[in-house]
């Protein structure tokens, strides 16, 4: 058995010290005056005994030594193991950015196929899809670009990619790239990274060889005939499909609009339903069918437009069986003259559930995986599943803005006044935490701090009691409009766009605790977070900035 390393002794030495007045105690001086001889002088204290500390061997103090470094680096890797556990987090969001320590530079950029004329101003929004963690971009249309045209004759040219384009957005490669025909339109798409699909769904080509193109994340495609009957029109939807409509009854009335902007006749009524086919976008099968039924409206909010590009300074005749589709990640929006309607993608009709009512469509936002936020023309929302469902009812319009995905799901933010200022947070039980009066909207909900718009201010309020943390307020041009917020956890980024791209936009930190701006620097496009990196769409094409 070995023998307990031996430790070494206390040691008590008595040294000589110093009297109050400075100088060395007199051991003499000191005895005649306790036997009452010698000179009248105040006695000196006895002198205290000095403990020695142990004199440490070169192994204790190598050993101790190793003991601090340890814990150095045990800190250190905490740090980088919480850093790298927050960083793979926000990758898995819309909103996050891996790091927003330091102002990112260019480290790739993608030409568009058509850059920008020279001397046209654009300002860009480009529908975007997350296949797989690639960033798809389809080919530009008309509502991807606010345009002002160049001078002289003819339509300004869209800036854009002439394919769809999938771009890798750590380094920039180009995935893969599939063209498309005539009149493209492919879904789902969003403007920003959150929307994901299994399969993008594209219908292009000529007005009588429409075709149906689903596209995987690796690229490869299946393509069919769209088979279009007279009056029919087909759309991309969610879930891999594509969506048929068509009208039915006894033919629409003509609709005349005139110069002074008029329309006859004024109100709609009777009008065609429509119906509602959903189909597998590769194989043409159907999943399920819907009829919207007409609801007479007034003919100038209808969605069919003029035969004549002149309107409305020229007299012209409207259609009135115009319908438009647009495909969310999970549902189905149909628009036109007497028919709205949002349907879930396995065919719930969502907008007459709830307390909207069963009579008048109300307004529906996706709310995640499986929920939606009913909102009626009341002050109230109905949060519901696919399946129409009711989970949460609701006093007020819920807000559905930037989440940092490290933020607890233990609030909603519900507008309670219909003026568009203030806000309650509320509890899943529907308890009123706290309650913010002066907010216009709620700009980032993160794990400790609530970030909110209070007109030419910024505040952070405490996630828990609403209290007020801190406040940043900015000089910035008065036509800027404030964009996106995008998060790394500690930092929110603002970010600021032109309103007509006659300038550049800015892109703006803050520290979350503190409110500190930290950096700030120039955009010249919309910037989105796909994979936990940041991406710049600009009139040239898409770089990526790290």
């Known amino acids: 058995m070995p023998r307990p390393a031996k430790q070494e002794s206390v040691v008590f030495d008595l040294v000589e010290v110093n009297g109050p007045d400075g100088g060395a105690y007199d051991d003499a001086n000191g005895a005649a005056n306790e036997a009452g001889e010698g000179p009248d002088v105040p006695a000196e204290p006895r002198p205290r005994p000095v403990v020695r500390l142990p004199r440490l061997s070169r192994r204790t103090w190598v050993l101790t030594a190793a003991a601090v470094a340890i814990?150095?680096?045990?800190v250190a890797a905490v740090d980088l193991v919480r850093d790298h556990r927050r960083a793979e987090l926000m990758r898995t969001?819309?909103?996050?950015?891996?790091?927003?320590?330091?102002?990112p530079a260019e480290t790739?950029?993608?030409?568009?196929?058509?850059?920008?004329?020279?001397?046209?101003?654009?300002?860009?929004?480009?529908?975007?899809?997350?296949?797989?963690?690639?960033?798809?971009?389809?080919?530009?249309?008309?509502?991807?670009?606010?345009?002002?045209?160049?001078?002289?004759?003819?339509?300004?040219?869209?800036?854009g990619f002439e394919e769809v384009v999938a771009?890798?957005?750590?380094?920039?490669?180009?995935?893969?790239?599939?063209?498309?025909?005539?009149?493209?339109?492919?879904?789902?798409?969003?403007?920003?990274?959150?929307?994901?699909?299994?399969?993008?769904?594209?219908?292009?080509?000529?007005?009588?060889?429409?075709?149906?193109?689903?596209?995987?994340?690796?690229?490869?495609?299946?393509?069919?005939?769209?088979?279009?009957?007279?009056?029919?029109?087909?759309?991309?939807?969610p879930d891999g499909m594509a969506v048929r409509t068509i009208r039915s009854?006894?033919?629409?009335?003509?609709?005349?609009?005139?110069?002074?902007?008029?329309?006859?006749?004024?109100?709609?009524?009777?009008?065609?339903?429509l119906l509602v086919t959903a189909e597998d976008a590769g194989t043409g099968a159907e999943r399920w069918a819907s009829t919207v039924e007409f609801d007479p409206m007034n003919s100038m909010n209808c969605q069919g437009m003029p035969d004549s590009g002149d309107w409305p300074t020229a007299d012209s005749a409207m259609d009135p069986d115009v319908v438009t589709v647009s495909a969310g990640a999970e549902t189905v929006v149909v628009d036109g003259c007497g028919v709205s309607a949002t349907l879930s993608a396995s065919g719930i009709r969502l907008d007459l559930v709830g307390d909207a009512g069963l009579t008048e469509p109300?307004?529906?936002?996706?709310?995640?995986?499986?929920?939606f936020a009913v909102q009626g023309q009341g002050l109230g929302t109905t949060v519901v599943d696919e399946a129409g469902k009711t989970l949460h009812t609701l006093d007020g319009w819920i807000r559905t803005d930037a989440t940092s995905p490290d933020a607890p799901a233990d609030l909603w933010f519900v507008q309670t006044t219909t003026d568009g200022w203030g806000f309650e947070a509320v509890r899943e039980d529907g308890s009123v935490a706290w309650s913010e009066r002066y907010g216009q909207s709620v700009l980032l909900a993160g794990r400790d701090v609530v970030v909110v718009n209070r007109g030419n201010r910024v505040v952070g309020l405490a996630r828990t009691t609403g209290a007020e943390l801190w406040s940043w307020s900015s000089d910035d041009p008065t036509d800027m409009m404030r964009s996106r917020t995008l998060t790394d956890g500690e930092t929110v980024a603002l970010e600021y766009l032109s309103r007509d791209g006659s300038s550049d936009g800015l892109l703006v930190t803050l520290d979350l605790d503190t409110g500190k701006q930290l950096w700030h620097m120039p955009l010249t496009g919309p910037a989105i977070a796909v994979g936990g990196h940041l991406v710049e769409f600009t009139p040239e094409g898409v770089r990526g900035l790290g």
């Open 108 to 159: 790739w950029a993608v030409r568009f196929d058509t850059p920008v004329e020279q001397g046209q101003d654009v300002s860009m929004n480009q529908q975007v899809v997350i296949m797989d963690g690639l960033l798809v971009v389809p080919p530009t249309n008309a509502q991807s670009y606010w345009v002002d045209p160049v001078p002289g004759p003819g339509e300004p040219v869209l800036p």
């Open 93 to 103: 969001s819309p909103v996050g950015v891996e790091s927003l320590a330091d102002p």
């Open 167 to 237: 771009i890798d957005p750590a380094s920039g490669g180009v995935a893969w790239r599939v063209p498309l025909g005539e009149r493209p339109t492919c879904g789902p798409t969003g403007y920003d990274a959150s929307t994901s699909a299994e399969v993008l769904v594209c219908v292009h080509g000529a007005d009588d060889a429409r075709e149906v193109l689903a596209i995987a994340p690796d690229g490869s495609t299946r393509t069919r005939s769209a088979e279009l009957a007279e009056g029919e029109d087909l759309f991309p939807g």
């Open 71 to 74: 814990g150095v680096v045990t």
């Open 362 to 371: 109300a307004w529906v936002t996706e709310l995640g995986p499986g929920r």
């Open 249 to 273: 009854g006894d033919p629409a009335r003509a609709v005349k609009c005139e110069a002074s902007g008029t329309c006859s006749p004024g109100y709609l009524t009777p009008g065609r339903d």
